[in-house]
C-alpha cells in the first residue's frame, strides 16, 4: 500500500478533526498499527491531520513513542510533501523528531523518499545533522553527513550551515567530520554565523590543546610516551559511520618494552590517550586555519575576527593557538596595537606562558610601554589591577595570592624602562599606586592568613616545648642511687630518646621564634615576595620536625619499658604516626607549595627566542 492510496493534498484543516481522532492518535501512541489502518482507511486525511492534544501528526507521534514499525507503515503511505509537515509548536518534522532521538532506521526511512527533509530547518534555522550534534546523536549526525554534503545545503548561503556544523563538531570532538569539511571547503574555517566562528570557538576549549590540561607526574610521564599518534579518515562519503585507524607507536626501554601491546587496556590509560588524540587533533586543525589565515589581507583579517580571537586564546593561556596564529601573520603581528591587545589580555588574566612570550619580541619595550587612548594604561598599569577571582583561587592563601600578584608586578616592571614606570594614566594614577589601590584588600586578607596561621602554630610549638622540656628532665626508669646517672644510659633506645628529645626541644623553640617573627612583621607589599614565605617555610619546617621527633623520643621510651612485650611496641609505633601522617597531609602540601612560589622555577621564561621568525 503506497502514497496513491491518498490523494489529498498536504493541506490539512483542524476542524476537520472529529471526537473519532482521539482514539485513533491514542492507537498510534499504544502502537496498534491495525487500529491505526482501519481508521486511515476511513479517512485518508487522518496521515496530515494534526492532533490538539499532541499538536502533532500521527507520523509524529509514533517518531515520539518509538514505534518503528507505525512509521514506516506511515511513511509508505504519504507523499514526499506529507513528510514536510511541521509541529504547530516547535516547528518540527517527523524527521527532526527521529533526529533528535537518535532513530537511524527512522530517520533512514524517511530521507531515503524525501531528500528535501535534509536541509529544512528546525526552530533555530539548524538543519538536521546540527541538532543531531546538538542532542548528543553523534552516531546519526556521522550518518546523515555523507547524504548532507550531497544535498549541498552545507555549503551555499554564505557556508552559514557548514560553518556551523563545523563549529559543533569541533566542540564535540567529532574531528572526522571536520577534517572532511576542510577538505571540502577549507574557507569554512573563516566562516562566520552570528558572532561566532570555527576561529572564535577554538579559542573557547582550551582542553583542546595541552597547554589547557593540568596532568600529575605520572599522567604526564604517560602522555609523554604516547611518542606518536596518527590518524587516518577514510572517506565517509561513502560510509555513514567514520572508520578510524590509528596507530600507535610506544617508545620503552627495558622491561617495560611488553606492555607496550595492552598499555592501553590499563585503567586510566585509555583517557589519557584519548586526551593526546584529541590535542593532535585540535592542532591540525588549528594548522589548516593557518594556512587559510597566510591567504587573507589586512581588512579579511579584522573581518574574520583574528583579533579578537587572539585576545581571547590569550586570555586562556592558549599558547599553542597564538604562536601559530600569530607566525601564520606575521606582518600584522608587527603591528605594535595588535600585539600589545595580546598581552595585555594575557597580564589580565596572568598567563605566564602567553606573557613569555614577549621576551621573543624586538620591540618588547616598545609594546608594554604602549598606552591604551580610552584610559592611558600602559602594561605595568595593566598588571597593577588585581586577577580574577577564577586565577587566584588556584593558589592556596591570602599571602601566597598576594606573592603572585607582587611577582607579576615585578616581571612587567623589568620590561617597562624606567621612566616609564612614573607614567600617570587618565586618572592620575602611576602603576605602582594603581598596584596599591587595587590589593589593599587582598593585602588585609594575606596579613590576616599569616597571622592565623602563625597564631595556631605557635601553641603547638609552645606546647610541644613545654612537654620536651620538661620530659628531658623526667628520665625514663628513674636514676641510679649511687651516681646520679639514668637507668638506662647504657641502652641505645635510651639514647634515641635523648636525641630526639633535643631535637623536637630545639626545633620547637625555633619555630615559636619563628612564628612570632611573623607577628610582629610589617605587612609591606615587598615583603609577601620573599620575607613572609621564608619564614612561613622555616616555621612549617621546624613545627613538623619537632613533631616528627617528638613521636620518635615517645616510642624510644615504649619500647625501652616494654621490652619483650612487641604488640604493645607496635601498637604505640602505629598510634604515635597518625598526627605524623596528618600534618603531612594536611600541612606538607602547602609547605611544597610555599617554597615552590618562593624559590622554585619561575612561572616566566625570559629565554624565549623570536618565535615569530
Known amino acids: 500500500m503506497g502514497s496513491k492510496f491518498l490523494k489529498k493534498k498536504k493541506e490539512s484543516k483542524n476542524d476537520e478533526y472529529t471526537p473519532e481522532y482521539n482514539r485513533f492518535f491514542n492507537n498510534v501512541g499504544k502502537g496498534n498499527w491495525i487500529a491505526t489502518l482501519e481508521f486511515i482507511m476511513l479517512h485518508p486525511e487522518a496521515v496530515r491531520v494534526t492532533s490538539p492534544a499532541f499538536n502533532r501528526t500521527a507520523l509524529q507521534v509514533a517518531v515520539t513513542f518509538g514505534h518503528l514499525h507505525i512509521v514506516e507503515e506511515l511513511v509508505n503511505l504519504m507523499t514526499p510533501q506529507d513528510l514536510e509537515i511541521k509541529e504547530n509548536v516547535n516547528k518540527r518534522t517527523a524527521f527532526h523528531l527521529a533526529v533528535e532521538k537518535g ?115 605520572w599522567q604526564q610521564w604517560i602522555y609523554n610516551s604516547i611518542n606518536d599518534v596518527r590518524l587516518n579518515i577514510q572517506n565517509i562519503e561513502d560510509n555513514a559511520t567514520n572508520k578510524r585507524n590509528i596507530t600507535i607507536r610506544f617508545v620503552w626501554s627495558g622491561l617495560l618494552q611488553w606492555m607496550a601491546s595492552n598499555f592501553l587496556k590499563l585503567p586510566g590509560i585509555n583517557h589519557i590517550y584519548e586526551l593526546k588524540l584529541v590535542h593532535i587533533q585540535s592542532i591540525g586543525v588549528l594548522n589548516h586555519m593557518c594556512k587559510v589565515i597566510e591567504t587573507l589581507d589586512d581588512n579579511q583579517i579584522i573581518e574574520a575576527g583574528i583579533k579578537s580571537a587572539l585576545e581571547g586564546a590569550a586570555s586562556r593561556g592558549m599558547i599553542e593557538y597564538v604562536t601559530n596564529i600569530a607566525k601564520a601573520i606575521p606582518k600584522t603581528m608587527w603591528h605594535s596595537n595588535f600585539a600589545r591587545a595580546i598581552f595585555v589580555s594575557a597580564v589580565k588574566n596572568r598567563e605566564a606562558k602567553v606573557f613569555s612570550l614577549i621576551h621573543g619580541l624586538d620591540d618588547a619595550q616598545v609594546i608594554a610601554n604602549l598606552t591604551t587612548p580610552s584610559d592611558l594604561n600602559n602594561l605595568l598599569h595593566v598588571t597593577g589591577y588585581i586577577a580574577n577571582s577564577r586565577k587566584l583561587n588556584l593558589i592556596a592563601g591570602a599571602a601566597l595570592q598576594m606573592q603572585s600578584e607582587m611577582q607579576w608586578y615585578k616581571e612587567v616592571e623589568a620590561i617597562i624602562p624606567e621612566g616609564a614606570q612614573m607614567y600617570s594614566n587618565k586618572n592620575h594614577k602611576r602603576p605602582r599606586e594603581v598596584f596599591t589601590e587595587n590589593h589593599k584588600d587582598l593585602m588585609i586578607e594575606g596579613e590576616k592568613w599569616m597571622k592565623n596561621t602563625s597564631s595556631s602554630c605557635t601553641v603547638i610549638g609552645a606546647l610541644i616545648f613545654t612537654i620536651m622540656f620538661t ?43 619563628t612564628f612570632l617573627g611573623i607577628l610582629t612583621s610589617r605587612y609591606a607589599e615587598e615583603d609577601f615576595l620573599t620575607s613572609l614565605p621564608t619564614k612561613m617555610i622555616l616555621g612549617l619546617s621546624t613545627l613538623f620536625i619537632s613533631i616528627a621527633a617528638m613521636m620518635t623520643a615517645f616510642c624510644a621510651v ?6 619483650g612485650q612487641l604488640w604493645i611496641v607496635v601498637l604505640t609505633i602505629l598510634l604515635a604516626s597518625i598526627p605524623v601522617i596528618l600534618f603531612v597531609g594536611l600541612q606538607f602540601p602547602l609547605l611544597v607549595e610555599i617554597f615552590l612560589s618562593t624559590y622554585g622555577p619561575s612561572i616566566f621564561d625570559r629565554n624565549v627566542g623570536n618565535w615569530l621568525a
Do not use: W
Request: charged share 15%; glycine share 4%.
Open 103 to 217: 532513530n537511524i532506521s527512522m530517520a533512514k526511512c524517511m530521507v531515503e523518499k524525501n531528500h528535501n527533509l535534509l536541509s529544512i530547518l528546525a526552530s533555530g534555522d539548524r538543519i538536521p545533522i546540527v541538532i543531531a550534534i546538538l542532542y548528543g546523536q553523534k552516531q546519526m549526525a556521522r550518518y546523515l553527513y555523507p547524504l548532507t554534503v550531497q544535498q549541498g545545503v552545507l555549503f551555499s548561503d554564505n557556508r552559514m550551515h557548514g560553518a556551523d556544523l563545523m563549529i559543533q563538531c569541533i566542540k564535540n570532538r567529532m574531528f572526522d567530520i571536520v577534517f572532511h569539511l576542510i577538505k571540502r571547503e577549507p574557507l569554512l574555517l573563516i566562516s562566520k554565523i552570528s558572532t561566532n566562528s570555527p576561529v572564535k570557538v577554538l579559542t573557547n576549549l582550551p582542553v583542546l590543546f595541552p597547554s589547557g590540561c593540568q596532568l600529575k607526574f
Open 471 to 513: 620530659a628531658a628532665f623526667t628520665l625514663p626508669g628513674g636514676q641510679k642511687q649511687d651516681t646520679g646517672f639514668p637507668m638506662f644510659l647504657d641502652k641505645k633506645l635510651f639514647k634515641v630518646f635523648i636525641v630526639s628529645d633535643a631535637i623536637s626541644l630545639f626545633s620547637s623553640t625555633t619555630s615559636v621564634l
Open 558 to 563: 615504649i619500647a625501652l619499658l616494654f621490652q
